[in-house]
């Protein structure tokens, strides 16, 4: 006979799988790896280049040493691996048998291949949900500890910073400087530098953190009210940093963030036809607007029509590049400023120029036209895998109505903002933005959907 009774007949509830301890390490420290990348010349500033290189070098054997045995124990899907980039890496290497300079040509092969090492790795282990969350880590303390040592140098230290904190000497340049201390001096126009120590760098920075943390506040985080807080502190130091390159580098993400918002809501081929010719029109009609309004434009960005120097170093390295226009005059990314081939060659506020300010002219100075090609299709199919990733439905069976990801426009945008910046620099081939790449490519191929198949870990085991 049925009786009544308090006791509920379901399970009683249980305390939600938590991650392995192992993972949360794993995150933790890829979080770190981005960091170190990002603000390099922050370490570089503080440790100097002992101690830039001993980071290096530490960073690249834990990595090996955490990957190898999970790739024994999961396996790698070589053939999703980013061959163009690869081959890129490859070709680099072999320039040293013809290079100018043989051993500026090694040394930044090594850190070339360690990028290339911690973009592969980051794709391979992480989610894109972790990957995301990795980055606003890494930004957030670089933004952070870049608004803490303007305040300490504007208002303790009361005078600028040189790196490794040494004396001035004689005659220095005021370029030298680290951190110069004028956060506070907007009224009179001087711009600041950050962590990094360059206001460029800066400002390119705060664009790339404006994407992650906007993503990052699109899915909904806890404290989502502090992730509008970063994105006030990131709008400040973009502003202070004064950078025309950055500010590019913003408009162009921008567009296409909102290219891909008008895109994903067209719902038949023919629609999306439409669109295409739309924005080819708009693209054609702003490129003559800014053909015909160039001087203007300059002028609205406070920079000459020498675009602060660059013209000269295109035309310098130019000179040099054509003299082996196939296969180069050899790898050097950066150029070592103590090599006697880069020593000198091109001097800017009493500085060797490390760089051509220009990513293709760069890579065809030292790679010829064979690497343009590869760096080509290198950026060409990251291009158009992120654009579809953002684009496309996420669909893997019947249903055709699952909603967007916010995580899917990360790869359109960040490429957006490596090709602007790769105009009138060359960080996009080396350093964290070869690393970036490298990173998107691989996990593009990995994971084509967000949060499905390769890219949905088990708790405790990292997206393989």
């Not at 509830?13 to 990002?38: C, D, I, K, N």
């Not at 040394?107 to 989610?127: D, M, N, Y």
Request: charged fraction near 15%; hydrophobic fraction near 55%.
């Amino acid at each position: 006979m049925a009786q009544i009774t308090r006791y509920t007949v379901q399970s009683p509830p249980e305390a939600p799988e938590r991650e392995a301890t192992a993972h949360q390490f794993l995150r933790a420290y890829a979080a770190f790896v981005m960091f170190s990348g990002l603000a390099h010349t922050a370490v570089w500033n503080l440790l100097g280049q002992a101690g830039a290189a001993v980071v290096l070098a530490a960073t690249s054997v834990a990595t090996i040493a955490i990957w190898v045995p999970r790739i024994r124990r999961d396996g790698l899907r070589w053939r999703r691996l980013p061959w163009a980039a690869l081959g890129y890496v490859a070709w680099a290497l072999v320039s040293v048998l013809w290079s100018n300079w043989p051993g500026a040509t090694l040394l930044t092969w090594t850190l070339l291949a360690a990028g290339t090492l911690q973009g592969l790795f980051f794709a391979h282990v992480l989610t894109w949900h972790e990957l995301l969350r990795a980055l606003d880590v890494a930004l957030k303390w670089i933004m952070g500890l870049s608004i803490a040592i303007e305040l300490w140098v504007a208002l303790i230290r009361r005078e600028p910073l040189l790196p490794n904190f040494v004396s001035p000497p004689d005659g220095f340049d005021p370029h030298w400087y680290w951190v110069r201390g004028h956060l506070f001096d907007a009224l009179i126009g001087d711009r600041i530098q950050g962590v990094v120590g360059n206001s460029n760098y800066l400002g390119i920075l705060c664009v790339l953190a404006f994407a992650v943390f906007a993503i990052r506040l699109a899915t909904h985080p806890p404290y989502a009210a502090m992730q509008t807080v970063w994105l006030a502190l990131t709008a400040v130091l973009f502003v202070r940093s004064g950078s025309a390159t950055a500010l590019g580098a913003f408009a162009g993400a921008f567009m296409v963030l909102l290219a891909i918002l008008v895109m994903r809501r067209a719902r038949t081929a023919g629609e999306r036809s439409r669109r295409y010719l739309l924005f080819t029109a708009i693209g054609a009609i702003g490129a003559v607007l800014v053909i015909q309004l160039w001087d203007r434009v300059l002028g609205m960005l406070g920079r000459d029509d020498s675009l602060t120097g660059r013209d000269e170093i295109w035309t310098t390295v130019w000179e040099r590049a054509i003299t082996h226009p196939v296969h180069g005059n050899g790898f050097s990314s950066p150029w070592v400023p103590w090599d006697p081939a880069f020593d000198g060659w091109i001097v800017d506020h009493g500085l060797s120029v490390f760089h051509a300010h220009n990513m293709w002219l760069d890579v065809f100075l030292q790679l010829g036209a064979i690497g343009v090609i590869l760096m080509f299709v290198t950026y060409a199919a990251m291009t158009w895998r992120a654009w579809f990733f953002a684009v496309d439905r996420p669909r893997w069976d019947l249903d055709a109505n699952r909603p967007y990801s916010p995580v899917s426009v990360l790869a359109p945008l960040v490429v957006a903002i490596l090709l602007v910046q790769g105009l009138t620099e060359s960080g996009p081939i080396m350093l964290w933005g070869w690393t970036f790449a490298v990173l998107f490519s691989f996990k593009m191929k990995l994971a084509p959907f967000v949060g499905v198949g390769a890219d949905a870990a088990p708790m405790g085991k990292p997206a393989q």
